[in-house]
């Protein structure tokens, strides 16, 4: 089977990449899914299943008969889940395997409907019938498996901190006690935080903690460092990624639970996609624009 990826190799976000990939203010724009210059990678193409067929799953039922899906993402992360709001438009690796998954459930990108949920509310939401799944950098955890299920995982990270360019006081997880360190409203990154003695401040996003750390209002963000490589690419020479990972982050895909026939489709559709290359062209044309080779993909698991 496949190897554990970590992002800390894959995603080492280079100043010439928020220069290449970003638009005004430093976001990612259309060009960052790869359809700029002739050198540019590509993203794949996903051929719909028109004889996608989930005879058992109460969601996927409901979906076709609506003849729409809804998928819940994160709309405020560079290379990972991020919306233009100039055009609307979605882009980033959660949002590539968000598509490639309604592609093997039999439907179309005009039938996909994007809904930005905060962290905080991510299983109130499926759980509560508001999407029908959601992908946005999602950790796996039993806490979470108590409410929905998971399908994956997809891809492995590991929190790290973001501080400001000429900050020398904080180094690693072990420094940041008695420090102000922002992270966002429900997300596993607060526990984990919380065991370095850090004072920890909370907002509904990551870009407002950013915002924060930018101001000096605080002193770091912490985060999957996948995140965290992607606002330091935004704020190149202002803000930098430091120490090692203190954490393991299972990405998976969030469902409503007991639907043990979307959960399987869906995991045969991630299978599927690494199996015939999708997976790396996506994340050659998002997260690989940092330059860094695509990493393995981990052990698909049935019980996650």
Not at 84 to 92: L, P
Request: hydrophobic fraction near 35%.
């Amino acid at each position: 089977m496949k190897a554990r990826r970590t992002v800390a190799a894959a995603l080492s976000v280079l100043a010439l990449t928020a220069v290449a990939a970003c638009g005004k203010d430093g976001t990612p724009n259309s060009d960052a899914g790869g359809k700029g210059g002739s050198a540019a990678p590509q993203l794949p193409t996903y051929q719909v299943n028109a004889d996608a067929k989930l005879d058992g799953s109460p969601v996927w039922t409901k979906a076709k008969a609506a003849g729409k899906l809804r998928i819940g993402a994160k709309s405020d992360q560079p290379f990972l889940g991020f919306e233009d709001v100039q055009t609307g438009k979605r882009n980033g690796f959660d949002i590539e395997i968000a598509k490639m998954i309604a592609a093997d459930l039999g439907f179309s990108a005009d039938q996909v409907e994007f809904t930005t949920i905060n962290s905080s509310a991510r299983e109130t939401s499926i759980s509560g019938d508001q999407i029908d799944y959601y992908v946005g950098t999602y950790s796996i955890n039993d806490n979470r498996k108590k409410q929905i299920d998971f399908a994956g995982p997809y891809y492995i990270a590991g929190q790290s901190l973001l501080v400001n360019k000429d900050d020398t006081s904080i180094t690693d997880a072990k420094s940041t006690s008695g420090k102000a360190v922002c992270t966002v409203t429900g997300s596993t990154s607060v526990d984990n935080i919380n065991k370095y003695g850090a004072k920890v401040t909370t907002f509904e996003s990551y870009s407002l903690c950013v915002e924060k750390l930018l101001t000096k209002e605080v002193d770091a963000v912490t985060t999957d460092d996948a995140i965290l490589k992607g606002y330091a690419a935004k704020n190149q020479g202002k803000l930098k990624v430091v120490g090692e990972p203190f954490s393991t982050e299972r990405y998976g895909v969030g469902l409503k639970k007991g639907d043990a026939v979307l959960q399987k489709a869906i995991n045969d559709a991630l299978k599927k996609h690494e199996d015939n290359g999708d997976w790396k062209k996506a994340y050659d044309a998002t997260l690989g624009l940092s330059g860094s080779a695509a990493p393995s993909v981990p052990a698909l698991d049935p019980t996650a």
